[in-house]
């Protein structure tokens, strides 16, 4: 999977905050981070390095905007038509509210050619479904919930459809290619931690859980969780949890050399690739017992 072209997703809350905090709340993109790699959950949670977007997450960020406003549409209007020419004007919405985004492409040429490949993953979207026919309950939709072991765990989901029988659908666009095997398990693990927090927030199991890739003739990977999935699941975090607090704790944050380093954005500070850690933010001040059982 080329992570470059995942959706550009928000910080989800995810402990991001003064360098040096600790991480409150489990996102699945930093959930991901630590399967993948501690170290790199770590410069991306501890460290706070900045990761200037991408054309690459740039595109994904544009295509998720159009996908969402699409809705605001009457049913009717929802075409091909009317989703590219909302392009340009989402475009300059989303810069407008976003400096990095605003002085990441500065040349005509090179935005015709940015907005055409967003046009060609709106393409692919169409050839996926037909939005005419779709009344979503929920976009762009945050979520939170706590474990029972308070951890809390919290993200943003793309869009949730709603049966007339009340059966939930969650589904997530993709912006880059459908992922090798290996990398589809961890796609999957995203969409069932989104179920598990459906689960607890509305005691409903969603019925299937659909991840559509808009690249090239795009594909629509669909799966249907049950309780042993996300009970599964919510262990499974769990133990990720400790190990989090463990790393803190300790101060090791092990690199996990993998097929994704070549696209890390840390490659240069990485050990494994003769990098120099930089120092450790300092822990801030120990907080009231009150707070911290609260944060
Ligand atoms: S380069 Fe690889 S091993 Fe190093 S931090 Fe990045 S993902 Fe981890």
Not at 23 to 45: E, I, K, N, Q
Not at 87 to 108: H, K, N, Q, S
């Amino acid at each position: 999977m080329d992570i470059e072209i995942e959706k550009a997703a928000p910080d989800e809350g995810a402990g991001f905050g003064v360098a040096g905090d600790p991480p409150s709340a489990l996102s699945p993109s930093r959930a991901g981070d630590f399967m993948t790699c501690p170290l790199l959950y770590r410069f991306r949670v501890i460290d706070k390095i900045p990761e200037p977007p991408t054309t690459a997450t740039a595109r994904g960020t544009l295509v998720h905007a159009v996908l969402e406003r699409l809705f605001d549409l009457p049913a009717a209007s929802r075409t091909p038509v009317a989703a590219q020419e909302m392009l340009v004007p989402e475009w300059t919405r989303l810069c407008e509210g976003d400096p990095m985004l605003a002085e990441l492409i500065t040349d005509d040429e090179e935005r015709s050619r940015f907005v055409a490949e967003a046009a060609a993953a709106l393409t692919g979207y169409f050839r996926l479904e037909d939005p005419r026919r779709l009344e979503p309950a929920e976009r762009e939709w945050y979520v939170q919930t706590e474990l029972p072991s308070g951890l809390r765990l919290r993200g943003y989901i793309d869009r949730v459809d709603q049966s007339p029988a009340g059966d939930l659908r969650i589904v997530d666009y993709k912006t880059g290619r459908v992922p090798l095997e290996a990398y589809e398990a961890s796609a999957l693990f995203q969409m069932k931690f989104y179920a598990l927090v459906i689960w607890k927030l509305r005691g409903v199991i969603p019925r299937v859980l659909q991840l559509m890739y808009l690249s090239g003739n795009g594909e629509v990977l669909r799966y249907s969780p049950d309780e042993a999935d996300l009970r599964a699941t919510e262990r499974k975090l769990e133990a990720l949890w400790q190990a989090i607090s463990r790393a803190r704790e300790t101060g090791d944050w092990r690199p996990r050399p993998g097929k994704l380093c070549d696209w890390c954005r840390h490659k240069a500070l990485c050990p494994a690739f003769g990098g120099t850690l930089p120092p450790l933010p300092p822990l801030p001040p120990a907080r009231p017992a009150t707070v911290a059982a609260d944060a």
